[in-house]
């Protein structure tokens, strides 16, 4: 697992890849999870799973701004190699979703636990985490909706919008949300709306050939990031650029 920082261009900065972890080991078939979010002008925070021999654990790292690793914290260990994981950093937290049914918030500053709760949605599951300053929007889908719930950090809803699923048959991978627009990605598309979700902007279709794609908004573009694979093992990373509507 690398990071390495690009410039405006896309041109690789010089002597900013640090290698995070050797020796990665998938976690049920699947690469594991690793998120990266800005923590201003310090650096990075990186929030990953670690695959062990039966289970895996939850880390969260800190780094510094060419992408060296300054800290190592375990914020959940011995989990099932089953056990699906979400999660996404607040502007003072990191919460952690179980697909258990457990939501775990943890201090960004030094990892500790500051609370659990149980989330057992009725008919529905969490698909994603977007951050919203301190407050955290959790993303439901049933059979027919995708339902917004926002929630104080003490894990008080304070609102709650449902639209319908934009494909009954498609599932939703993540939400991202900026500014004034949320972005909400399907297995075979991106789908941007407004950010009271009242408006649908025009899809983003796949080809079919990324891999891993990952989706961010800028203040005036979406960057669509994934991988191709011609020969089994070699991947190329791929980087388009969508001007927003």
């Not at 914020?75 to 190699?81: D, I, K, P, R, T």
């Not at 980087?239 to 509507?245: A, F, H, L, M, N």
């Given at each position: 697992l690398i990071v390495q920082r690009y410039d405006v261009a896309w041109q690789l900065v010089p002597d900013s890849v640090h290698t995070i972890q050797s020796d990665v080991q998938l976690i049920a078939g699947s690469p594991p999870v690793a998120k990266l979010f800005s923590a201003g002008?310090?650096?990075?925070?990186?929030?990953?799973?670690?695959?062990?021999?039966?289970?895996?654990?939850?880390?969260?790292?800190?780094?510094?701004?060419?992408?060296?690793?300054?800290?190592?914290?375990?914020?959940?260990?011995?989990?099932?190699?089953?056990?699906?994981?979400?999660?996404?950093?607040?502007?003072?937290?990191?919460?952690?979703?179980?697909?258990?049914?457990?939501l775990y918030r943890f201090a960004l500053s030094d990892g500790s636990l500051q609370a659990m709760q149980d989330v057992s949605p009725v008919e529905a599951s969490v698909s994603a985490l977007v951050p919203d300053g301190t407050s955290l929007i959790m993303v439901l889908e049933s059979a027919t909706e995708l339902v917004f719930n926002?929630?104080?950090?003490?894990?008080?809803?304070?609102?709650?919008?449902?639209?319908p699923r934009p494909d009954p048959l498609v599932g939703c991978d993540q939400v991202i949300r900026q500014q004034d627009q949320l972005l909400v990605q399907l297995q075979d598309r991106i789908v941007p709306y407004s950010d009271n979700l009242a408006y649908q902007y025009p899809e983003i279709r796949f080809t079919g050939n990324e891999l891993y794609p990952l989706t961010v908004l800028s203040n005036t573009s979406l960057w669509l990031a994934y991988s191709t694979s011609s020969t089994l093992g070699q991947y190329t990373t791929q980087?388009?650029?969508?001007?927003?509507?």
């Open positions: 002008d310090d650096g990075y925070v990186l929030v990953l799973t670690r695959g062990q021999t039966d289970t895996q654990a939850v880390e969260l790292l800190h780094l510094a701004a060419d992408g060296s690793v300054q800290s190592t914290t375990t914020l959940l260990a011995e989990l099932s190699v089953l056990e699906g994981i979400i999660a996404t950093v607040t502007t003072d937290a990191v919460w952690v979703f179980l697909g258990g049914g457990s926002k929630q104080t950090e003490f894990g008080v809803t304070i609102q709650s919008v449902a639209i980087v388009q650029e969508y001007i927003r509507q």
